[in-house]
């Protein structure tokens, strides 16, 4: 089942604008993670959020997350053609212990 | 390196025969897993393993069979019994499982193709 849902479903840019994708989720999380997927790869991890924290960054990727909406969003700036992929958000929902993902926002940069 | 090898990267097979997949790690990993992902899907999961000699089933863990014998690997077998074989396959590990605070380790999946 899957309780992470990303919003747009893909998103094309042109390189250096920033790129911005949002995950809704329905129950409690204690914290929510960020993926990206080269085509035809595996995941990479890129970072992780708390329930406590509001905002986190790691070089160019800003992640915010407001627990009062159920919403998490994943903002990448001065984006690169190398940014290309798709980015799954995933946590663990309600009581379950198996991390479980979003479908993913498919983000194109353009050079 | 550390990391996770999945192999092979495409593997083709005729309906009705059984295959299998294979997942080795090197991060000293205690829990592994094993999802599916479909074109334009999310990742599901079939089944996952918190250490040796243990496992659980997944969401989607009809027509699937796992083992954990070592804590190296965690080979995964599509039975003929599953009926839409045909997908990427991707392994991953993580030092615990239980709580989202481990990030897991992904291996760079096995393309099955079942004509």
């Known amino acids: 089942s899957q309780q992470g849902e990303e919003d747009p479903q893909a998103l094309s840019i042109q390189e250096g604008e920033n790129a911005t994708m949002n995950c809704s989720y329905k129950?409690?999380?204690?914290?929510l993670q960020w993926y990206r997927q080269n085509s035809g790869r595996g995941l990479v991890h890129l970072i992780l959020?708390?329930?406590?924290?509001r905002e986190k960054h790691s070089g160019r990727l800003r992640v915010t997350l407001d627990t009062s909406k159920k919403s998490s969003s994943l903002l990448i700036t001065a984006s690169r053609a190398a940014d290309t992929a798709s980015y799954f958000c995933?946590?663990?929902?309600?009581?379950?212990?198996?991390?479980?993902f979003g479908k993913g926002t498919k983000l194109t940069v353009n050079p | 390196d550390g990391g996770i090898t999945q192999s092979p990267k495409y593997l083709f097979r005729k309906e009705g025969q059984n295959v299998t997949l294979s997942c080795e790690q090197n991060?000293?990993?205690?829990?592994m897993y094993w999802y599916r992902q479909d074109p334009g899907q999310g990742l599901r999961l079939i089944y996952y393993?918190?250490?040796?000699?243990?496992?659980q089933k997944g969401d989607i863990a009809e027509g699937y069979s796992v083992s954990r014998e070592k804590k190296e690997s965690f080979p995964l077998t599509v039975t003929s019994a599953q009926k839409n074989p045909t997908a990427f396959y991707l392994c991953?590990?993580?030092?615990?499982?239980?709580?989202?605070?481990?990030?897991?380790?992904f291996g760079n999946g096995t393309r099955l193709t079942v004509t």
């Open positions: 991953a590990s993580s030092p615990r499982t239980g709580g989202s605070s481990s990030p897991l380790h």
């Open positions: 129950t409690s999380i204690n914290n």
């Open positions: 959020i708390r329930s406590n924290e």
């Open positions: 995933a946590s663990i929902w309600g009581g379950s212990e198996k991390l479980v």
């Open positions: 991060l000293n990993h205690d829990a």
């Open positions: 393993s918190q250490i040796v000699n243990d496992f």
